[in-house]
């Protein structure tokens, strides 16, 4: 047991529900929030929703915790408004909020969306340029960088986890490159609070798979090694979807139907 006491936001989410359980045994009291509804506390739990948009009310959610796993936020492509409230002022709050209450370290869920205007014969390594491929891209982009401020001038640790695709299984062409299992997104989760020093660091929550298009080579101080490959997924998801349509810029770039909003949508 590592923390006394952490904190996840976005505890009512896709990704909340995974880790929620998982992260129970790494700390004495885990702290779950969400706007959505959080169900009932389990022993060792509190339950504290807080709206991301409510500067004061974050700064009450991160009072005594020494570690913050921030998935809260909006997780797809979605109007602006609705993304500059959740992502982007959110994230501000959040960061106020650590520094008020000092709370060391923060796990941020970035997204792979950040560099999703990469095409997919490209390798991206953890210091190229961002390429967000929309608005919840550019939120997670916004959210790295405010978080390496934070870093900077306050001396608070934020892992960047850029996660690809975390889902039970891949389930088409583009997440055979993409996916990690839920067992690997804990062990990345894990090894990014429990890492001795991490800085300002960024890397990809993404598996053990044969073809993919990141480098996580300059995060290796994390720790982090995923055990689960998409290989054993691949002849059958090749043989049951028709072949890639090469002119297609879901096909072509890394980020799939996420480039499609805007100027290249079909
Ligand atoms: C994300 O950032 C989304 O939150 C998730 O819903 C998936 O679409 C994932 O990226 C992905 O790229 O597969």
Same mark, same amino acid.
């Given at each position: 047991?590592?923390?006394?006491?952490?904190?996840?936001?976005? $505890?009512?989410?896709?990704?909340?529900?995974?880790?929620? %359980?998982?992260?129970?045994?790494?700390?004495?009291?885990?702290?779950?929030?969400?706007?959505?509804?959080?169900?009932?506390?389990?022993?060792?739990?509190?339950?504290? %929703?807080?709206?991301? @948009?409510?500067?004061?009310?974050?700064?009450?959610?991160?009072e005594?915790?020494? +570690?913050?796993?921030?998935?809260?936020g909006?997780?797809?492509?979605?109007?602006?408004?609705?993304?500059?409230?959740?992502?982007?002022?959110?994230?501000?709050?959040?960061?106020?909020?650590?520094?008020?209450q $000092?709370?060391?370290?923060?796990?941020? $869920?970035?997204?792979?969306?950040?560099?999703? &205007?990469?095409?997919?014969?490209?390798?991206?390594?953890?210091?190229?340029?961002?390429?967000?491929?929309?608005?919840?891209?550019?939120?997670?982009?916004f959210?790295?960088?405010? $978080?390496r401020?934070? &870093?900077?001038? #306050?001396?608070?640790?934020?892992?960047?986890?850029?996660?690809?695709?975390?889902?039970?299984? %891949?389930?088409?062409?583009?997440?055979?490159?993409?996916?990690?299992?839920?067992?690997?997104?804990?062990?990345?989760?894990?090894?990014?609070?429990?890492?001795?020093?991490?800085?300002?660091?960024?890397? #990809?929550?993404?598996?053990?798979? +044969?073809?993919?298009?990141?480098?996580?080579?300059?995060?290796?101080?994390?720790?982090?090694?995923?055990?689960?490959?998409? @290989?054993?997924?691949?002849?059958?998801?090749?043989?049951? @979807?028709?072949?890639?349509?090469?002119?297609?810029?879901?096909?072509?770039?890394?980020?799939?139907?996420?480039?499609?909003?805007?100027?290249?949508?079909?």
């Open positions: 047991i590592h923390f006394k006491r952490l904190l996840l936001t976005g $505890a009512a989410g896709v990704l909340g529900r995974q880790l929620r %359980p998982r992260l129970k045994a790494h700390c004495c009291l885990l702290r779950v929030s969400d706007i959505a509804d959080l169900g009932s506390a389990a022993p060792g739990e509190e339950l504290h %929703p807080a709206r991301l @948009e409510d500067a004061d009310a974050m700064s009450r959610l991160l005594g915790v020494q +570690a913050v796993v921030h998935l809260g909006v997780s797809t492509e979605q109007p602006w408004e609705a993304i500059l409230q959740a992502n982007i002022i959110g994230a501000y709050n959040l960061y106020e909020a650590a520094r008020k $000092a709370v060391p370290r923060v796990v941020f $869920a970035s997204s792979n969306h950040v560099t999703g &205007f990469y095409r997919r014969d490209q390798v991206v390594g953890l210091d190229d340029p961002a390429r967000p491929d929309g608005l919840y891209g550019l939120s997670k982009t959210g790295e960088d405010l $978080a401020l934070y &870093f900077d001038r #306050y001396g608070i640790e934020t892992v960047c986890l850029r996660i690809g695709s975390a889902l039970p299984e %891949p389930h088409d062409r583009r997440t055979l490159a993409t996916w990690i299992s839920y067992d690997d997104l804990e062990r990345l989760v894990v090894a990014s609070l429990t890492a001795p020093m991490v800085g300002h660091s960024i890397i #990809y929550g993404v598996g053990d798979n +044969a073809v993919g298009w990141w480098d996580n080579h300059l995060a290796r101080h994390i720790g982090y090694q995923p055990q689960d490959s998409s @290989e054993r997924f691949r002849s059958r998801i090749e043989s049951s @979807e028709p072949p890639p349509d090469m002119t297609d810029p879901a096909t072509i770039y890394q980020g799939g139907i996420f480039v499609r909003s805007g100027p290249l949508a079909k």
